[in-house]
Structures are given as structure tokens and as C-alpha cells.
């Protein structure tokens, strides 16, 4: 499985951003997970392949939403209310199980990550 991650840019604080992360063929559970220099790989969000479990790590809580289209073997991740210390890598993976979960080394595909900036 090939996961190519998308939607990256420069925002302002309080801005929106969309990121996508497409799959080459279908996928099970997936996640996004981001990462700051001199820091670990951190969870933000999780989707089964149904759709109807989802989670949200507690710093981004009411303002990113996950969602899939399986007819399109792609992931979303709508960013709302961004905030400074939302900069980060963000990078997609996908499971071999039909959960998701909240820690990276339980993916076995990761996609090349994308770049957000948030500035003040």
C-alpha cells in the first residue's frame, strides 16, 4: 500500500486547512500522526475502514474532524481554529486491522508527510 499525504501550506491562526492522504489500493484502519523536530511521532486522529469509530487526541478536540471515502480510497482530515502549535510534519498511515490506533509503530504503511504552518 502506497499512501500519498496532501493539502500542507502556510495558515494563519485561526485558519483551515484540509489535508488528504490517498491510498493506492484499499486500506483498513488509518490514522494521522504529526511530528516536530527533536520529538516523537505524535497521534492526532484515527478511522476505521467503516467510518463509524473514530478519535481525536485531546489537543485537537473539537477542532479536527477525520473522515474517509472508500470509494475513493482516501483520508481527510479537515483542521479548523488552527493554532501555532499545530506546525508540525503530519503524516498518514494505515493498519493492517480494521481499528485504529494511537500508536505509531501498530501502522505498517506511512505515507511522506506534508508540511502545516501555523503562524501567530
Known amino acids: 500500500v502506497q499512501l500519498q499525504a496532501s493539502g500542507g501550506g502556510l495558515v494563519q491562526a485561526g485558519g483551515s486547512l484540509r489535508l488528504s492522504c490517498a491510498a493506492s489500493?484499499?486500506?483498513?484502519?488509518m490514522g494521522w500522526f504529526r511530528q516536530t523536530p527533536g520529538k516523537e511521532r505524535e497521534f492526532v486522529s484515527g478511522i476505521s475502514w467503516s467510518g463509524h469509530t473514530s478519535g481525536v487526541a485531546d489537543s485537537v478536540k473539537g477542532r479536527f474532524t477525520i473522515s474517509r471515502s472508500n470509494a475513493r480510497n482516501t483520508m481527510y482530515l479537515q483542521m479548523n481554529s488552527l493554532k501555532p502549535d499545530d506546525t508540525a510534519v503530519y503524516y498518514c498511515a494505515a493498519a493492517r486491522r480494521d481499528v485504529y490506533f494511537t500508536v505509531a509503530r501498530s501502522y505498517s504503511y506511512w505515507g511522506q508527510g506534508t508540511q502545516v504552518t501555523v503562524s501567530s
Open positions: 489500493e484499499r486500506t483498513f484502519g
